[in-house]
């Protein structure tokens, strides 16, 4: 009886708090443009007073709307509050500090704390924190809707480009502005994670474009709904099963139990390997590029993102093929070589290192304690998927990178020292593999180092990673089943485990489907670009659709209609083909019976 009795207030508590979650919405959306319009455009100081009053209204309704979550959530059960999302709200309640105890402020050791509370810029990120995790929640509630999650992936890609189109064209991101073609190439290439551009971005981004441009990079390579869903679901208490099941199939969990475990491994492993990437490439370039501390960091930190999300743009003219760096900076090159490599092997691949890891540690802890020594062998930490990874990311490292020297040592290494010559044909080995990074003007290499830099482009990295190509998983998998059809064998087995059917059939499917794209916008590109060679133009579109990111030159030749198939096929490559045909096809029910089975005769 007491449910029943219950049951008005709980639902007037749940409309009144969804007409809060559309105005909060709203007023995000409203922050979100203010902020956009006064940042990116030069604003006379009556705008700002204007702008002033519209950032105090939305800060106004986000108060209401946490302090209607802290009054209504004990009676919504299934709307569970995290425990950060009220670290958060705390936050936001100290902005009221100042307002409501004004005369705290000449208090000689409270002034500081008042006056920072009371700061524009601690009011704006708090105002920015919260319009993004609203959003977030509003785009996790969508798959609620029951929409086709391969059609939200792909949509969600394609919102941050076109956001990031219209940011890349504001007065303060360049410095002589740009056409919206060129705008939506760039913000493509970003959001894809490719660097392909189709001018000197240096001399045309101002620090605030290229600031826009590695946020872009790292929403891209995160994955936009990884992103999203770790806010909304972590922060903002949306769980229900169909989206938990959705954001599962989206990140690759295993479970719902892992859900959460998933996405926090995926943000942790992402900002603590950029984080040692940005000291260890500050360390060597640290007094060399005639930059103060503060433009050391931030070139650092760029870089550092820019490798590990193997996106391969660069604040320096050239690429990392400037100068400054080809002397005396292996160090940095090996650095950056490591980050793409861990940006690419994919994030289950970290996650089972870490595991492994951990394991050993706890081993050690115990021997340490007990020194007694551990006699029980630990079988299987290595994943069936970590292992092929591995093996076959090595051997394409090792081939690439004695390739380069053995067709470039006395052609494009030429006039470098042994150590410099090794060093940079194993850089370029790794950045070839999607990295889009380039040290030596690839016009300059032999035609037998092109066929091996588009096959490597082509095979890309680890699945569920920074990387693109048809990923060295898919790979692994032709290779093995063409030797298991040599040898006769009924079924593909390697490390005392069988290959799945539906494993073999995807990677014949990426194979095909990936070869047919690229046929198919290399044909259209050849009507369009008559003049540009055969080769430069599929060397163009294996880049563009491994989200590799390296040129022969002919991305500053392309016309406006050439630049947009190019933009294309980077925004194919990085949702992937496979993911969009599913979300466009209907699929086919499965069905309890089989028809007899018959040979089609090959050879």
């Not at 519209?54 to 919504?76: A, E, K, M, N, P």
């Not at 785009?139 to 992936?153: F, K, M």
């Amino acid at each position: 009886m007491r449910g029943i009795e219950n049951w008005p207030r709980h639902l007037a508590a749940r409309i009144l708090m969804g007409v809060m979650t559309v105005i909060t919405d709203l007023a995000a959306l409203i922050f979100l443009t203010t902020i956009v319009y006064e940042f990116g455009f030069g604003v006379s100081t009556v705008e700002r007073d204007q702008l002033i009053n519209v950032y105090i209204w939305v800060w106004i309704i986000f108060l209401l709307d946490i302090t209607l979550h802290l009054i209504f959530r004990s009676g919504l059960k299934q709307d569970r509050y995290k425990r950060l999302a009220r670290m958060f709200s705390i936050l936001f309640y100290l902005t009221l500090i100042p307002i409501v105890f004004p005369a705290l402020t000449e208090v000689e050791f409270l002034s500081w704390l008042w006056n920072f509370l009371d700061s524009r810029y601690y009011r704006l990120t708090l105002l920015f924190v919260f319009s993004f995790f609203y959003l977030s929640n509003s785009v996790v509630r969508l798959l609620g809707r029951r929409t086709n999650p391969s059609l939200i992936l792909g949509a969600s890609f394609l919102f941050f480009i076109l956001i990031g189109t219209g940011l890349l064209m504001l007065p303060r991101s360049t410095f002589h502005g740009i056409s919206w073609v060129d705008s939506l190439f760039v913000a493509t290439s970003s959001v894809c994670v490719t660097g392909l551009s189709p001018f000197d971005m240096t001399a045309t981004f101002t620090p605030f474009g290229f600031t826009i441009i590695i946020i872009l990079i790292q929403i891209g390579a995160l994955g936009v709904m990884t992103f999203t869903s770790f806010f909304a679901l972590f922060f903002m208490g949306n769980t229900s099963l169909y989206n938990q099941l959705i954001v599962r199939d989206m990140v690759s969990s295993k479970s719902l139990n892992s859900l959460f475990s998933t996405l926090m491994y995926t943000l942790a492993f992402t900002l603590i390997i950029e984080g040692i990437g940005t000291l260890l490439i500050w360390w060597n370039i640290h007094g060399t590029l005639n930059m103060n501390l503060k433009d050391e960091l931030l070139f650092s930190l760029f870089h550092s993102i820019s490798a590990f999300c193997n996106a391969g743009v660069s604040t320096l003219s050239g690429n990392v093929g400037n100068p400054l760096l080809m002397n005396g900076h292996n160090p940095f090159f090996l650095s950056i070589s490591i980050l793409i490599i861990l940006g690419g092997i994919g994030y289950p691949i970290l996650v089972n290192l870490k595991d492994i890891i951990i394991s050993y540690l706890k081993r050690l802890w115990i021997y340490l304690h007990t020194r007694e020594p551990i006699h029980r062998k630990i079988y299987h930490q290595f994943s069936l998927n970590t292992r092929i990874v591995f093996i076959t990311t090595f051997f394409l490292l090792i081939l690439g990178t004695l390739a380069i020297v053995y067709f470039e040592w006395d052609h494009a290494l030429a006039g470098m020292s042994v150590a410099d010559k090794w060093t940079q044909a194993f850089f370029n080995s790794v950045a070839s593999r999607t990295a889009g990074f380039n040290s030596i003007h690839l016009t300059t290499l032999t035609t037998q180092s092109l066929l091996f830099y588009m096959l490597f482009m082509w095979i890309g990295g680890g699945a569920q990673s920074t990387a693109g190509g048809i990923k060295v998983n898919a790979f692994a998998v032709i290779v093995l089943n063409m030797f298991a059809i040599l040898r006769g064998a009924d079924r593909v087995e390697v490390f005392g485990r069988e290959l799945s059917p539906d494993s073999i059939r995807r990677a014949n499917a990426a194979m095909i489907i990936s070869l047919g794209a690229i046929f198919t916008f290399v044909f259209l590109l050849t009507i369009l670009e008559p003049e540009i060679p055969l080769v430069t133009l599929v060397f163009e579109c294996i880049a563009a659709f491994s989200t590799a990111g390296t040129s022969l030159g002919a991305t500053p030749l392309l016309n406006n209609e050439s630049k947009i198939l190019i933009a294309v096929l980077m925004f194919i490559g990085r949702v992937g083909l496979v993911t969009l045909i599913l979300g466009m096809v209907k699929q086919k029910k499965h069905t309890k019976y089989r028809y007899p089975s018959d040979d089609i005769i090959i050879n």
